[in-house]
């Protein structure tokens, strides 16, 4: 299977800030916005330093509003339950110092999950974390049920279930997990940080209590941007982690004022969906992206001698990848962060690694920019540094 030709006429590449002679596989950490993006939200700030009451208290508001309208429709989440937060992360803080979490309560993971969210879990436990044996790769997504279900009959505190892995890119049936939650008498939380943008999201069908999830990654919102979506029966008691003013005024009001932080990421995000409607389409593009994580995985894993976390066939894939290393990555170099800088120090080329399930995971990610040239590249960069891990990086 070739590669799929891209949609965008006459490129894409310059929409983006992206620095020249990289190759950039890595939206999937931290994002990359579009430099219409980029400008709509200085607009913003300039207006708010020119007059910051006027802006905060008199502006502000009824762009917030706005914001929340638009996303609503665009996540399938009833308006009433969303909040704006920075991230995803932020998030799921929000729900266990709600929830009131101490030592002695447990929360039931996945063993994909993401690192800070297990951390924070830890944290407030003080070790109460449980973890669900789904191992990578995975070939069905109803073995990821069936691990969940048989996990919740010990009755955790709280589930948290990631939408879409981050370490192996592998989007889980998170409303099946939900369903059985609520069967098991045991509230759930989904994190879904690379959900929105990524993949045809409806919120209210997925049957969580909460849902968590990131703006500023596959959406392409300025780092910032995140919500916390709540159910109803958790709207009196839901609070940000931030309390300010308006903490006992309702959930939306006490979401909406959290001190004198930066709202303007929050303020930009009709106008970043919106861009990506004008220029290619949301179908169109997550149509894109998923024919070339699905391409791109099965490449890599064929040149490497490995194999792809979705073993599904891509039944499981949407806008990147994963692909297993060779055992030798893990002993010619110190940790993941060195391979990976490695990489990006001799080859300007930025991937993701992960250490899951008792190994090193390449993850790819894919924008708009990137083409299969960039996948080669990427691949060839990886065979180098594992051919010679001591090798020193030409001076850029």
Known sequence: ??????????????????????????????????????????????????????????????????????????????????????????????VLSSLGLSPGDTVLLGDQAYGAVVAACNWVTRGGVRRVPVSAPVARASDITDAWTAALRDRPTLAIVDHVTSGTAIVQPARDIAQACRAAGVPVLVDGAHAPGMIELEVDEV?????????????????????????????????????????ADGYQAAFRWQGTRDVTPWLTVPHAI??????????????????????????????LGTCTADASGGAMTAAMTSVALPDSASSAFEDRFA??????????????????????????????????????????????????????????
């Open 207 to 247: 049957g969580a209590d909460w849902y968590a999830g990131n703006l500023h990654k596959w959406v392409g919102a300025p780092s910032g941007a995140g919500f916390l979506w709540t159910a109803p029966p958790h709207r009196d008691t839901t609070r940000p982690v931030a309390l300010s003013h308006d903490v």
């Open 1 to 94: 299977m070739g590669p799929p030709p891209s949609p965008w006429k006459g490129g894409a590449g310059d929409a983006w800030s992206l620095a020249e002679g990289w190759v950039f596989l890595n939206p999937g950490s931290f994002g990359l916005r579009l430099r219409s993006v980029q400008a709509h939200r200085q607009k913003l700030l300039e207006q708010m330093e020119a007059q910051p009451v006027a802006f905060l208290e008199r502006v502000a508001p009824s762009l917030h509003e706005d914001a929340v309208a638009t996303l609503s429709g665009f996540i399938g989440a009833d308006a009433a339950g969303i909040g704006f937060v920075s991230n995803a992360t932020e998030g799921v803080a929000a």
């Open 274 to 303: 919106g861009e990506v409607r004008d220029r290619w389409g949301w179908p169109e593009l997550r149509a894109w992206q998923r024919a070339m994580a699905t391409w791109a995985g099965a490449y890599a894993a064929a040149e």
């Open 339 to 396: 391979l990976r800088d490695a990489i990006a120090a001799r080859h300007r080329v930025e991937v993701a690694i992960d250490e899951l399930c008792g190994r090193w995971w390449m993850r790819m990610s894919f924008g708009g920019w990137n083409t299969p040239e960039d996948v080669y590249a990427a691949v060839a960069a990886m065979q180098s540094c594992l051919a010679r891990p001591d090798a020193v990086a030409a001076p850029v």
